[in-house]
């Protein structure tokens, strides 16, 4: 019994801890997909597959209201833009541009991302195979 009433103190406890979901403001301009003039269809694929944890347009679920699943996620996004950003691809340098669209065929191509577990919740950020082809022709173009 205590113990029962320790682990509902301590998930009530934790809830109180938040994360930041904030939307940095950013300059629109240089976006990744304003600036490689991506078409509408690659625009809302690489959004949906690729933008809620790369970029500052993140939208978070319900579920993201609840710890420890919050800090897990909130954890994820952090790292994903610590890595790469869309939302200040213009600050990137042309050798870190390079670079990183480089990774963004590797990691893409061998299906690392999107992360698994954000394909389980998001099923419309599962590509089909055209899709996937759409997105990676369109990665090699700009290489
Ligand atoms: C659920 C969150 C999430 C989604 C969605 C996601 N990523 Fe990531 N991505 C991460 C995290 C976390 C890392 C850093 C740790 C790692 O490499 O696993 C990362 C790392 C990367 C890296 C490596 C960057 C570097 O400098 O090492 C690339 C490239 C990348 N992601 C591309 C993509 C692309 C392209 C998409 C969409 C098709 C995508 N990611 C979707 C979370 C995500």
């Given at each position: ?38 078409d509408k269809k ?102």
């Amino acid at each position: 019994m205590k113990k029962k009433i320790a682990i509902v103190i301590g998930v009530t406890l934790i809830q109180f801890i938040r994360i930041d979901k904030d939307h940095p403001t950013y300059e629109k301009s240089g976006d990744f997909l304003t600036v490689t003039k991506a078409d509408k269809k690659t625009t809302n694929l690489i959004q949906s597959a690729c933008y809620d944890c790369h970029s500052y347009d993140t939208e978070y679920p319900w579920y993201t209201n609840i710890s420890p699943v919050s800090l897990w996620i909130g954890h994820h996004i952090e790292e994903a833009r610590e890595h790469l950003n869309f939302s200040t691809w213009a600050e990137y340098d042309s050798e870190k541009k390079e670079h990183k669209i480089e990774e963004m065929i590797e990691e893409f191509e061998e299906g690392e991302m999107p992360l698994e577990s954000f394909t389980w919740t998001h099923p419309e950020a599962k590509l089909s195979a055209d899709e996937k082809q759409l997105v990676l022709n369109w990665f090699k173009s700009i290489q």
